[in-house]
């Protein structure tokens, strides 16, 4: 009993120092919280504040909102951010509206990067042909002088040298139509792959494959998912949605009429929604039959 109140005081001045502490930081000087500049953050939260902005971005679209949240960051912040969020969005197989979307916000914050050249709108080089014609210089009509005779002069009947065979190449598409197939795998969801290649079946990188329905588009480039091939692309479609196929060269579609269908039914399995495998293959250019000039003649 006496140890209890030799220890009373101890526990009476613990327990009054608790509740002046709990008023002091409650009443009479409570913690604000108060919005930090993004500028003052450490560096890796800077970045993730540049990709957090990116993301909204990407949402909303507005490109003056996303100015504003990144204004006063340091650049090489910014662009470290930019390169990684593109860098690790490519890689996945990101759609091409998401990837465009981060394209325009790093060139309004003066970022380039590698990843991001495909989606710059920079002209295709021509497709070059093994098959071009080379031109035949045209040559000059000679007239043939007449010879004189002491004792008459004869009139003479001009000739002209025919004009040699000239071809001239017909424009082509640049990709034509080469396989349309329809694909059945129930381990894979509905889809329309597309396969981009030269004449001799090698895929070809960086080619713009346009997927058209009658209420928008999208847009891929080839070549990024090199471990399905070079020219390798391919798109997510819905049901009951009619899809046509083109290229940046050609307004016109290449396939149309693409619209997911039940495979053929095998017995025994359940039906299975097919995909599309498009092949596209370069054209060659094709040079017309030679047209050859007929010899004219002049008159007396």
């Known amino acids: 009993m006496r140890s209890f109140f030799q220890r009373l005081p101890l526990l009476v001045g613990l327990v009054l120092g608790l509740l002046g502490g709990l008023i002091y930081t409650w009443a ?3 913690i604000e919280l108060v919005d930090v500049d993004p500028k003052r953050m450490r560096a890796d939260y800077r970045q993730e504040w540049v990709r957090l902005a990116a993301l909204s971005y990407i949402a909303d679209g507005n490109l003056e909102r996303a100015r504003w949240r990144l204004d006063g960051l340091p650049p090489e912040d910014i662009a470290a951010a930019m390169e990684a969020l593109i860098s690790e969005y490519a890689a996945a197989g990101r759609s091409a509206g998401t990837m465009r979307s981060l394209t325009v916000l790093a060139q309004a914050m003066g970022v380039q990067t590698s990843a991001m050249l495909v989606y710059l709108d920079t002209p295709i080089a021509p497709v070059s042909s093994t098959n071009t014609p080379v031109p035949t210089p045209m040559p000059t009509l000679v007239d ?4 004189v005779v002491p004792t008459a002069v004869p009139t003479v009947k001009p000739t002209r040298t025919p004009y040699p065979p000239t071809s001239t190449p017909e424009p082509r598409a640049p990709f034509q139509l080469a396989v349309r197939e329809q ?3 129930p381990e894979q969801a509905p889809h ?10 090698t895929g070809l990188p960086g080619v713009e494959v346009w997927l058209m329905w009658a209420d928008g588009s999208d847009r891929a480039v080839t070549g990024l998912k090199p471990g399905r091939g070079l ?8 049901e009951e949605i009619e899809y046509s196929l083109g290229t940046s060269e050609l307004g016109a579609p290449l396939a149309s009429g693409l619209q997911l269908e039940l495979c053929p039914e095998e017995k025994g399995k359940d039906p299975v929604i097919g995909s599309w495998r498009i092949v596209l ?3 060659p250019l094709v ?3 030679p047209t050859v000039t007929p010899e004219g003649g002049g008159g007396e």
């Open 192 to 201: 329309i792959e597309v396969v981009v290649q030269d004449e001799n079946g």
């Open 183 to 185: 694909v059945c795998d």
């Open 287 to 289: 040079t017309s039959t």
């Open 281 to 283: 293959e370069r054209s």
């Open 144 to 147: 043939a002088t007449p010879t």
């Open 231 to 238: 020219g390798y692309v391919d798109f997510d479609v819905e």
């Open 28 to 30: 009479i000087a409570p």
